[in-house]
């Protein structure tokens, strides 16, 4: 667990940066680890956002690292949607125009 705040921030840019380049490689498992190691961090940074303080130093940071995370998971939505696209098409049922 991150040690304050500030760190969280900091650990959740660190995953979503191996979660594009997971997704650039089309390792959807690693996508989905790192998926899961970020939504562990971000509960954690509602837990220590609740009584901490961030300097304005580190709240201008924090602000460039949000926009980073969002290009990042913007970069991971485009990728990642032809291979959702994909598993939905083999697990949907296959519609056929007979009836049985």
């Known amino acids: 667990m991150p040690a304050n705040l ?10 979503s940066v ?8 089309k390792d959807w498992k690693e996508v989905m680890r790192h998926e899961g190691a970020c939504a562990i ?3 954690q940074l509602r ?3 609740k009584n901490a303080q961030m300097s304005p130093t580190q709240r201008r940071e ?15 939505r485009l990728l990642t949607e032809p291979w959702v696209a994909e598993l939905d098409r083999l697990l949907r ?4 125009g007979a009836l049985h």
């Open 6 to 15: 500030f760190d969280c921030y900091v650990a959740i840019e660190a995953a």
């Open 18 to 25: 191996q979660m594009l380049e997971a997704a650039q490689s």
């Open 41 to 43: 961090l971000i509960e």
């Open 47 to 49: 837990e220590l956002g």
């Open 62 to 76: 924090k602000s460039r690292i949000m926009q980073q995370i969002l290009r990042n998971d913007a970069q991971v």
């Open 93 to 96: 049922p296959a519609a056929s």
